[in-house]
């Protein structure tokens, strides 16, 4: 077992709840492949751990935020006046007091202001900022500031947006989209456009039909946005804060900070999940403007209303869809149109627009397919990038869709599935072949084979066990009006960022004798995030390095970008640049070994040598030297950045293209107990098998597997963000109106695991993380059709769905 070490908790003037090194010593191997325990889990869950909402320094203020009331309305006056008089009050700040033009951000698009100028586009956006002595006198100076809106009509859906005399969302567009879109108020927009769909259907035996609606899913991530802004000597700024992307976000702050991004310092503080909700920025940039302004370290910690209001959301979809295939289930053509409700905002939308139309045919070997996907620009909440990314709207339809083709050639519908399954070698609607394992049908046959859950478990001699039944602890039944339903489902999701995106990342690896023992350090800008980046690291570098301790160090940009914790990437990318680094000082090692003593053994020149236990050693076993020996006072460092494959931007009118660089696959069973009287749902079980390539940590692949599938159950029956279509104002901003699953709520969840390495991956592995939230959606909708026989066209699916009230 590691055991975890963590260093004084504030050092060298750093504030209170900064990061520091975790040294991580494994008495077994503790490489690759094993079930290596989490640095940070024990101080998780007991409470030790600092978020960066435990941010503290001794002389600093306490920022606030003004959020529009209204959703889409010019700002006729802007008063600060009394704010700026509360005592304890040491800044407010408006769009004219930003200190430079570039005022605006974003991470494709740079639409999104800093704060509002002229008007408002959606309910909650951030208007002016207040920087206080203390946290209530910051929120009580922002409610004194006066505001006057004159409402404009709001756009809510693609009628309103596209109409010939919308208002224009935004009125002056020049980004790289405009001249491929057929309407200002469309973010983007990629057709997918392989063989002749018309032809295709006219040879089809069932055509089969659909229109599906997907509600608006929140990440929930239980530790709300923060950080603390640190003024430094020289000008700049150091930010300690919780975000996906430390690169990203000082790109985008450093010019409308007006400072050169050498003199913007930021470090990962403590993160409380994220599941895409971080990518964009939140309170970065208020807070360092703040800091700025006063002088002083700034603190900014939403609550959970505000949370609500401060981050992107998964984009609600219209999808239509459109499958043919011939009696002996064979699928002849697939036609289907995706419109994605971005918001106000760009955020991550066109990449979205990406995943959902080179995705939208799902893992199926279909030859003829159109399909076309849309986000709209609207005054709903800005969406963005969450677990899934494009694929989960998709997959919801798809496989909704496949249900119904084989009900109406009344064949089994994994058997179906099976038959239409995508291998390794087939070519995707965007003409990309498909070049590692694909083991779709064998993923549906595994979750298929499981046993299955025991029949009425909730019922016993001394009659029903209430908390087993729908309702549960409600005691709304005894059984009776109770049923059962099975559904299937599969899903494809691309690993990794696309469509022809410079997706790299950087790894600085040292290694050194401490104490009389050799020691690797690691320091990466990788965001943990829950991931489990920061055991996978120590495994890979116990494993190149053959050492027993090594050391973790902080997140910052102090070191080149990792890129994003998001697409299931950072164990391949960031992980393949650790194994990287560690490839390269390890032949530094080699070469100070074969000079201090290759004259003493002809093996230094001519064998193969590796690096394991703390020796050198041949590939026969043979041991050279102890690591300390060779090193000595020695130190090797070595900082090295690592690609995957290249990928290309899908064509603009075809959407051909090898778009992109892997693909992770997961099928689930789910099983469900319906309460036909009251339209109540419990899932019983959601099995799952999928393919990870290689589990370089098996326990934390468990846990990914069992975390994205529960979040999947969420948008299936209970999460969504309500929109009042007239107004646009968001209804549920809270814990206790947007459910997300309780452990009362999520099932047994089974896991069977494949690994089929795929040759292009660092140890063959395969992204993990999103896969599993694709599939359990519509495993979960198919088993409560099965139950009660309803067509069910929308998540979440609620009571009055079930029971026509």
Not at 156 to 185: F, K, M, Q
Not at 601 to 611: Q, V
Request: hydrophobic letters at 40%; proline letters at 6%.
């Amino acid at each position: 077992m590691p055991s975890p070490t963590r260093g004084p908790a504030r050092t060298g003037g750093a504030p209170l709840g900064t990061p520091v090194e975790v040294t991580q010593a494994s008495p077994t191997r503790g490489g690759i492949g094993e079930s290596t325990l989490r640095p940070d889990g024990t101080l998780k869950v007991t409470g030790e751990f600092a978020y960066s909402s435990d941010l503290w320094h001794e002389d600093m203020l306490w920022g606030q935020i003004l959020r529009s009331t209204v959703a889409h309305a010019e700002i006729v006056s802007l008063d600060t006046s009394e704010a700026l008089a509360t005592p304890g009050v040491y800044a407010v700040m408006t769009y004219d007091d930003l200190p430079t033009e570039v005022r605006t951000y974003g991470l494709e698009i740079q639409d999104t202001p800093v704060l509002a100028h002229g008007k408002v586009r959606h309910h909650g956006e951030p208007v002016a900022i207040v920087a206080a002595d203390h946290p209530e006198t910051a929120r009580r100076a922002a409610a004194k500031i006066k505001v006057e809106y004159r409402e404009l009509p709001v756009i809510t859906d693609e009628a309103s947006a596209t109409a010939p005399d919308a208002i224009l969302i935004h009125e002056n567009r020049d980004d790289h989209h405009i001249g491929h879109v057929p309407h200002p108020n469309i973010v983007h927009r990629q057709p997918i456009v392989r063989g002749d769909a018309d032809a295709a259907a006219r040879r089809a035996d069932v055509v089969v039909r659909g229109e599906y609606t997907f509600g608006m899913q929140d990440q929930a991530f239980l530790g709300p946005e923060s950080g603390l802004a640190v003024p430094e000597e020289d000008g700049g700024v150091h930010l300690y804060v919780a975000t996906q992307w430390l690169h990203s976000d000082l790109r985008q702050i450093a010019p409308v900070l007006g400072l050169p991004e050498s003199k913007v310092r930021m470090t990962l503080a403590g993160v409380g999940g994220a599941f895409g909700g971080r990518e964009d920025l939140s309170m970065q940039i208020h807070a360092c403007l703040l800091a700025l302004r006063t002088g002083k370290p700034v603190k900014i910690v939403y609550n959970r209303f505000e949370s609500f209001f401060g981050h992107v959301h998964r984009h609600p979809a219209k999808l239509y869809y459109e499958h043919g295939a011939t009696r002996d289930g064979r699928l002849t053509h697939v036609r289907c149109r995706i419109v994605l409700d971005g918001g106000a905002y760009a955020s991550a939308s066109p990449a979205v627009v990406g995943n959902a139309s080179s995705l939208g045919v799902g893992p199926y070997v279909v030859d003829d397919v159109d399909v076309e996907a849309i986000a709209l620009y609207t005054n709903n909440p800005p969406c963005g990038a969450m677990r899934g990314f494009g694929a989960v709207q998709a997959c919801f339809a798809y496989e909704a869709q496949m249900d119904k083709v084989a009900t109406e050639l009344g064949l089994d519908p994994v058997e179906f599935r099976q038959r239409n399954a995508m291998e390794q070698g087939a070519l995707l609607p965007t003409g990309q072949r498909v070049d590692s394992p694909a083991p779709v049908a064998e993923l549906l046959r595994r979750v298929k084979a499981m046993p299955m859950p025991p029949e009425r478990q909730w019922e016993s001699s001394e009659g029903a066990d209430v908390r087993q039944l729908p309702g549960g602890l409600s005691n709304t039944t005894h059984g009776e009006g109770v049923v059962r339903g099975v559904g299937y489902a599969v899903g494809i999701k691309n690993v990794g960022f696309s469509e022809g995106f410079d997706d790299y990342s950087t790894a600085r690896v040292r290694m050194e004798v401490v104490a009389g023992e050799p020691v690797a350090t690691v320091h990466t800008a990788m965001a943990e995030v829950g991931q489990g980046g920061v055991t996978v690291h120590a495994q890979i570098a116990r494993t190149e390095l053959g050492v027993a301790q090594v050391t973790i160090q902080p997140a910052d940009t102090a070191v080149g970008s990792a890129g994003s914790t998001s697409a299931s990437r950072q164990t391949y990318v960031t992980g393949g640049a650790v194994k990287n680094s560690c490839e390269l000082v390890r032949e530094k090692v080699l070469e100070i070994g074969r000079r201090r003593f290759g004259s003493h053994h002809p093996a230094w020149a001519t064998a193969e040598l590796l690096l394991e236990g703390g020796k050198v050693v041949t590939d026969g076993g043979e041991v050279l030297a102890d690591l300390v020996d060779v090193l000595g006072d020695e130190a090797v460092e070595v900082e090295a950045e690592w690609r995957h494959r290249p990928t290309e931007p899908f064509d603009l009118r075809t959407g051909q293209g090898d778009g992109h660089v892997q693909y992770s696959f997961a099928a689930h069973r789910a099983v469900v107990e319906v309460d036909t009287e009251l339209g109540l749902v419990k899932v019983i079980e959601l099995a799952c098998a999928q393919d990870v390539g290689k589990a370089l940590n098996p326990l934390s692949v468990i846990g990914q597997i069992q975390g994205g599938t529960t979040q999947g159950l969420g948008v299936a029956v209970m999460e969504e963000i309500i929109v009042d279509p007239k107004t646009a104002k968001v209804r549920n901003p809270s814990f206790t109106d947007y459910l997300i699953p309780t452990i009362l709520d999520t099932p047994t969840i089974p896991v069977d695991v494949l690994e089929l390495a795929d040759d292009h991956a660092p140890y063959g592995l395969r992204g993990v993380g999103e896969a599993p939230t694709l599939s359990s959606t519509p495993a979960v909708l198919a088993a409560i059709r099965n139950a009660t026989g309803l067509e069910l066209d929308r998540t979440p699916v609620r009571p009055e769905h079930l029971t026509g009230t």
